[in-house]
Every structure is written in C-alpha cells, then in structure tokens.
C-alpha cells in the first residue's frame, strides 16, 4: 500500500474529526493483514492527533471549558493527576506542555542540583 | 578578603539565572522493535543524529527520518522497550566530551569509561558526525612519523597526519604493527611526555584481546598517551558503527591548528590576492591591503613561537 494511497483511506475514515465506524469496517474487511496492520497505525497516529490530553490535579468545570474554546476542533480528554498539585499538563500529539507546580519543583531541585553541586 | 555582602550578592545573581518557564517536551511513540532498530512515531522536531532517551533510561540516535517517523539505533539491548513506550528528545547531537583528561583511559564509543575509574567531566563537547576538515585547513604532511620498524621507516615512511591502511590476511600481525608503532611513540627522555597522541579503536574484537592489549600498553608505560575506545563483540552494533567516528572526533579535537604551523606564510600568500598597479585589488578597496590580512593571520603564530 502506498502512503498516498493510505492517506486517502485515513481521510475516508473520518467525519468532522471523528472515526466512522462503518467506513472503517469497510476498508478493513478489503484490506490484506499487512495492509491492515499499517491502517491500523496509521489510524492510531491520526486518532493521536486530533486529541488532547488535559492532566489537572482537580475537577474545575470552568477550567475544562475555557480549554474547550482553546481547542475546538480537537477531541479534548481530561485526566484527574493529583501529583501535579496545581495547574495543568497539556499533551497534544507529541507536544508536552508542563505548567504546574510539579514541574516548577522539579525545575528547582534541578536549578540547585547543578548550580551548587 | 571576600566579605559576605559579595557573598550574598553573587548568590542572589545565580538565584535570577532561574527562571521559572513552562516545559515543552517533544515526545515520541515506540511503534517497533527489532533488531536494535526502534522506530518511533512523533518526534516531529527532531533532527538526525540526535540523541533520544527511552522510557527505561536506555538511549539511542536518530539514523532516519520519515514523514511520522523516525528510525532510532540503540546503544543498549533494548529488550524491555516495547510498543506504546515513550521516547524523548535530548536537544543535542551525540558528542564525545574530548580532552586532555581522556588519555590513558579506556572508553566506549560515548565516551563512558570502561576501566571503572570516574567518568569524564571536563573536556571539549565534539560532535561524533561533523564534516571533515577541508583541504586548505589542513596542514601537508612535512613531519616523519616514525614507527621504530625500520622496514616501514625505510621503505614506506609515514608522515604525521596521514592515513595508512595495514591490509592482510588474519594472524599476520596488523594489530601488532599498531601496538608497537603506539609503544615506539614513548620519548626516551625518563618523565618526559610523548609529542604524539596515539588513539587505538578496537571494534568488534574479543574482551579478552583488548584487555591484553590494554595491558601491553601499560606495561611498556605507553598508555598514558594513548587512548583507547572499545566496542568490543558482545556490544550492540550500533556502538560498533559509532566507534571509528569517536576516534575521528577525538582526533580532531588535538589536531593542531593550521596557522600554527610555520609554513601558514607561504600559504597565507599565496591565497591572499595578487594586486596589479592599474588596478586595485577589492581587498584595498575595502581599505585592507592582501598583506595586512596576511600579517594579521601570521601574527597569533609569530607570538606563539612558531615562526
């Protein structure tokens, strides 16, 4: 399978930023089990894309909206980790966004750790 | 004497260096594993020959770069990395640190020690894959290397700088031709150091034979001028690849500067322009003459001691 040919398939599976189901399951049962294992990457990596991650240590409501309205056109999942303590940790595709106070502590131990060694 | 105020002051001047800005990571997926090729989604800024960490703390270095991914060799067994890991991105290419702390010891190809004495802190970042030194930079090969057999010397004399390939079947005596060239480069003066750094690649080669090795150096107090990096056979193959590299960075860090050699003149002339009475050369016009800029070259190298 080519790589353009496997774009098309990925675009075909998707409606308004969502998996189609039935589109899925009809390039799937087309597809040989070679071809199938790079569809199914290839959907992961495209799924993997279109979402976003959200770490916050509380359930804030207003929070999760105002995220909301920074990425609307992605699918936005939240996650509850108490270990950031305060703030939040963003993960979008491969980009990790550290703004917590988690990340400020550690940022500190490693500040002294190399500076006054 | 330093009062506290000063004290407290320069404190308080490494406490600002600190700030406080949100992290930005660029991670990777691990999508396979084989054979010491681990091929991982994401990683969209990376660059070849950057060097990636793993989940587990095992590294590796970007060798290709596809459209979502990138094919990273490892430095480890990488068994216990599987698919869905995560990877992440160092920032720097893969380096040697080189320097003067380095000789007699024995390393691998990432500069980690292998004689089990502390690791190297000090020395000159050199980037393991940089493109070599063009033909002007380099200095002719005008000095003898002498490697104390007198068929070589006689017959096929080697200069310093140059490259000579030992070819021949197994059991000829290759290695030995190296070992004693390095063991012959000791001065005869008792305490006084060699003029010549010798580093000694072993790839691929038994533990058993480069410890040998390494102890035939010691023995004829030839390895305090020598360094040694190993990638012996039960290492991945991807530290066997780097090795040669490692010894072709180590080498470039002592390599002496061109103008310190005393023949810079005739050659810093004869690339400086030749000007014509008519016809200022674009040099003068600039308000430079060709020989000023020469004189300039020359002079770091007259203060040296060189000329």
């Known amino acids: ?117 | 004497m330093i009062d506290s105020n000063s004290i407290l002051q320069q404190l308080e001047k490494r406490l600002t260096k600190f700030s406080d800005e949100p992290k930005i990571q660029n991670i990777g997926i691990v999508e396979k594993n084989s054979d010491g090729v681990v091929v991982v989604s994401g990683l969209s800024l990376a660059f070849m020959g950057e060097k990636i960490i793993f989940g587990n703390g095992e590294s590796g270095v970007i060798l290709g770069l596809e459209e979502d991914t990138a094919s990273i060799i490892l430095f480890d067994k990488g068994e216990s990395i599987k698919e869905g890991d995560k990877a992440k991105r160092t920032g720097n290419l893969l380096s040697i640190l080189a320097g003067e702390d380095l000789m007699g010891r024995v390393i691998n190809p990432l500069g980690i020690p292998l004689d089990g004495t502390p690791a190297i802190k000090k020395g000159q970042k050199m980037p393991l894959e940089r493109i070599a030194a063009g033909v002007v930079e380099r200095e002719p090969v005008n000095t003898p290397l002498k490697t104390g057999i007198k068929a070589i010397d006689a017959m096929i004399p080697i200069g310093r700088g140059q490259r000579e390939l030992i070819i021949g079947d197994r059991g000829l005596g290759k290695t030995a031709i190296a070992i004693d060239t390095i063991i012959n480069q000791r001065s005869n003066v008792k305490g006084q150091k060699s003029n010549v750094i010798c580093i000694y690649v072993a790839i691929g080669q038994k533990q058993s034979t480069v410890a040998q090795i390494i102890g035939r150096l010691k023995d004829k107090d030839a390895l305090d001028y020598t360094i040694v990096i190993a990638a012996n056979a039960p290492d991945p193959a991807a530290l066997q690849y780097l090795s040669p590299y490692a010894g072709a960075a180590l080498f470039d860090n002592h390599r002496r500067p061109a103008t310190d050699h005393p023949d810079c003149y005739r050659r810093l002339r004869a690339i400086a322009p030749k000007r014509t009475r008519g016809q200022p050369s674009s040099v003068r016009r600039n308000g430079i003459s060709s020989t000023d800029r020469v004189h300039r070259y020359v002079a770091p190298a007259v203060f040296s001691g060189q000329l």
């Open chain 1, 1 to 117: 399978m080519t790589v353009k040919l496997l774009k098309q398939l990925i675009k075909y599976s998707y409606n308004n930023n969502m998996l189609n189901p039935k589109n899925v399951n009809r390039i799937a049962n087309l597809l040989n089990r070679n071809d199938l294992k790079l569809y199914i990457r290839a959907i992961k990596i495209q799924e993997r894309k279109l979402s976003v991650f959200i770490d916050t240590p509380m359930n804030n409501m207003k929070l999760k909206e105002k995220f909301k309205d920074t990425f609307p056109h992605k699918n936005i999942y939240f996650r509850n980790d108490p270990s950031l303590m305060l703030g939040a940790r963003i993960t979008a595709d491969d980009m990790i966004l550290d703004i917590n106070l988690n990340n400020t502590l550690e940022s500190i131990i490693k500040f002294v750790e190399e500076d006054y060694d």
